[in-house]
């Protein structure tokens, strides 16, 4: 009994996966120009997003780069290390 529950629920999974995906391309495919206001609105969403993403992802590389240095350091310390273990024996 248990096993036909979650054939329903593959079953019932698989058909939505198809509706939706069918639902996109629909409305992929039904337009060819964007009309005015809509046009205005995504190039308002594409400023206001190019205003916050340059220093969101300057202070994100910052912090990745930091966080690559310091595992640097901590790499070079254990290769000093292995070293001198293995130049003393």
Same mark, same amino acid.
């Given at each position: 009994?248990p096993?036909?529950?979650?054939?329903?629920?593959?079953?019932?999974?698989?058909?939505?996966?198809?509706?939706?995906?069918?639902l996109?391309?629909? @409305?992929?495919?039904?337009?060819?120009? +964007? $009309?005015?206001?809509?046009?205005?609105?995504?190039?308002?969403?594409?400023?206001? &997003? =190019?205003?916050? @993403?340059?220093?969101?992802?300057?202070? +994100? $590389?910052?912090?990745?780069?930091?966080?690559?240095?310091?595992?640097?350091?901590? &790499? =070079?310390?254990?290769?000093?290390?292995?070293?001198?273990?293995?130049?003393?024996?």
């Amino acid at each position: 009994m248990p096993q036909f529950f979650l054939n329903k629920r593959l079953i019932i999974l698989l058909i939505s996966i198809i509706v939706l995906v069918a639902l996109v391309g629909y @409305s992929l495919s039904g337009k060819s120009k +964007a $009309s005015w206001p809509e046009q205005f609105v995504k190039d308002v969403a594409g400023f206001g &997003e =190019n205003i916050v @993403s340059k220093p969101v992802g300057f202070v +994100a $590389s910052f912090f990745d780069n930091a966080k690559d240095l310091k595992n640097t350091y901590t &790499e =070079n310390e254990h290769l000093k290390k292995t070293f001198r273990r293995i130049g003393t024996t």
